[in-house]
């Protein structure tokens, strides 16, 4: 075999070091399929937008003007029996209620299109302040400490509770790519999990990185929750999707559901632990 010239031998050795030192590839994201543990009935009528669990068999969920005339609101319910013990409309007459989460006793509810977020007093659901932010409001959680906020773009924002002002950003990517269309949120053990409008998967985000570490494929519950529609005589229409999203520390699972869905699950994912309460 013929040699190269010695004038070309530097060069091709640090070619040769480029491509040895080049990066691998980021691998793509693991998919996780939930496993159902529970069943508990949920409101066929309700459009959800947001949803948490509040301890002792009861969780908060903020609901969208549904198609079937279900005004936008917020309620108190039975986690086992589905049973609606306290609700409100939003408070902003023709606006659409979205995301709701509650931190140090206050529900906080977001509207889409208005730019108006209410603070709710968590038992009763009355009305205490308002708070204007530019754009919409799509998903909201909490880390114990701010609120977290999507608008249906790839940017997710944190917010002070007290003045509802931006403290910081992050825009999420998965394998490079800007992920849009984060919906519901909610805040697990240092991860942000994020419903992805339209589709049937989940988002799990590294809330300091915005990369995507996990997809949750929910296709199993939206595939239950069409025929159960299909069974009741009201087939699912194309933005009946998944959204929904509660840790039951607990128990370390999730409640997930969707819009207009007879049906709340709770499931088990790999990674999520349960929690023993605070004394």
Not at 156 to 179: D, H, L, Y
């Amino acid at each position: 075999m013929r040699l190269p010239p010695s004038f070309l031998l530097p060069s091709l050795l640090l070619l040769f070091a480029a491509v040895s030192a080049a990066p691998a590839p980021a691998a793509a994201p693991a998919t996780l399929k939930p496993v159902v543990v529970a069943r508990y009935p949920h409101d066929p009528e309700a459009f959800t937008e947001g949803l948490q669990y509040l301890g002792a068999g009861n969780y908060i969920e903020s609901t969208g003007d549904g198609p079937g005339g279900s005004p936008s609101g917020v309620r108190l319910t039975d986690l086992k029996t589905g049973r609606v013990q306290r609700q409100i409309r939003t408070p902003l007459a023709g606006a659409f209620g979205e995301g709701v989460t509650v931190l140090g006793g206050a529900a906080y509810h977001l509207t889409w299109k208005d730019g108006v977020a209410f603070a709710l007093d968590a038992h009763t659901l009355q009305e205490f302040q308002r708070y204007r932010y530019k754009g919409e409001g799509w998903g909201l959680t909490t880390d114990g400490q701010q609120l977290i906020m999507s608008d249906g773009s790839p940017v997710i924002v944190w917010r002070a509770p007290k003045t509802f002002a931006v403290t910081r950003s992050i825009t999420v990517t998965a394998n490079g790519q800007a992920v849009k269309n984060l919906n519901e949120l909610e805040y697990v053990q240092g991860q942000l999990y994020a419903n992805i409008w339209l589709t049937d998967r989940i988002a799990r985000i590294d809330p300091q990185t915005g990369k995507v570490t996990a997809w949750i494929d929910v296709s199993r519950l939206t595939r239950e929750a069409s025929a159960a529609a299909d069974k009741r005589g009201r087939p699912l229409t194309f933005d009946d999707v998944a959204n929904g999203i509660a840790f039951v520390p607990e128990r370390g699972t999730l409640l997930l559901t969707g819009k207009r869905w007879t049906t709340l699950f709770e499931v088990r994912l790999p990674g999520v632990k349960a929690e023993k309460p605070a004394k």
